[in-house]
């Protein structure tokens, strides 16, 4: 039994073992991401009380995000109520709100106007897509990151081809049918290929004055291949298998201009109306909260047990965190990395409240996987390298695994099999419409004013 189990009066060497006002620690966890849930659950049984606070009321499964952005999912399937998943933790205090700031002298986090104590802090608050020093690109070009960023990609993407249609053949009307992708990581490389399928397979017959067959959608990556992380072999497979689909792969060239009317890469326009923006990420402001080290991704430079220099007390995981792995290069910003931190540092906190000296982090990297349309895929699984319908096969396993609550993955896979039998996609809805000639659409053309239902025979 460890003083966290045993609660409070355990005897603690070398260092002082907080104790909260119920006589246990308190544990704050702020971000209820991939890394703060699996801390939060990792303390289930531990006598300490816990408060997790998210700015959101969901935790949200971002692998699949681009399948809400391509109108194959809805944002429901992939997100769960975090009360909901925390529910039988009694131990458990589920905040919803917006930290400000972390006064580390005070041992407190700012929470509205509110003031959290805390004996131990995890920090675990996630990165957004960054511009590479042009924010101002993000109005035209927006990223994926939040349900919000989903369902406006798909408004866009769906506008696109209804715009199209009313419009005469042209250059504006070949603007709306280009799309374009910015970076050639698995985000991006997901997202040009389900654009395409939606484009070529599943709008294919529902329109008559386009054919949206002949949409383009051109995928820009700066770097040498598409899949960095992956292996060449897998890169080159990615990039052949998208191709196939109808995607332009332009490799080795950097956005320079973006635009309402389309990008500049290299010594090349495109113009588009749909931009997509998947490459770069920047770290939420943790380390501006505690004045703390970063990498120029804003990443708080952690210790080898996660713990911020000169604050012991202070934890942080997952996409907010630089950690290096053994090879001393930055682990990568995906979700099984801030698991195990999660899980790590959960368990640090019940080794240190017994006094037990903790072993550095350590991160199993257990493989990586990418898909490419609805069929295709590929997966590096250590030396073992997969590409084609098996990797999918296991891609699919891997997510439907990992997705929170059973509802969720039952509906994922009847949407998964729909599609794959259909070629059709289950949400298409144009949702959130302002200021297009569609409001316009939406004004009642009958102006007597409505029957109260009761009077209605
Ligand atoms: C489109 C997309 C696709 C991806 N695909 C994959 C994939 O296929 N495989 C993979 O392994 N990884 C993938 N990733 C990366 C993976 O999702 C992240 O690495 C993972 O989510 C990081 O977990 P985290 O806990 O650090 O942060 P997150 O999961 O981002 O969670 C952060 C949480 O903190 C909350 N928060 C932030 N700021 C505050 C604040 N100030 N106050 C309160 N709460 C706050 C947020 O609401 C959020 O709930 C993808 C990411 C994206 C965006």
Redesign the pocket.
Known sequence: MNALQAGAGTADAGQTRPVGRSGRPRVVI?????????AAKTLADAKADVTI????N?????????QVATAALSPAQIAAP?RSILRDQSNVTVRL????GVDAAAKQVE?GSERLSYDWLIL????R?AYFGHDEWEAFAP????IEDATAIRRRILMAFEEAENMAAGAERSRLLNFVIVGGG??GV?MAGAIAELAKRALASDFRAIDPRLARIILVEAGPRLLPPFDPSLSEEARRSLEQLGVEVRLGVGVTECGGEGVSVGVERIESRTIVW?AG?KA??AGAWLGAETDRAGRVKVQLDLSVPGHPDIFV?????HATGGDGRPL????????Q??LYVADILIARACAKPASPFKYRDFG???TIGRKRAVAQLGRLKLSGFLAWILWSCA?IYFLIGFRNRLAVVMNWAWNYVTFQRGTRLITGISGSRVDDMEKPVDQTPPVPMRDVA
């Open positions: 702020v971000g209820a991401g991939f890394g703060g849930l699996m606070v998210d700015k959101r969901y935790h949200l499964f971002q692998p699949l995000l681009y975090i709100g917006r930290v400000s929470l675990a608050t996630g990165a897509h990223g994926l990151k939040k698995p985000t997901e998947a990420v939420s402001p995981i997952g996409d907010v965190a990568p910003g995906v979700a099984p990395v801030a698991k931190q999660g990586s996987l990418a997510h």
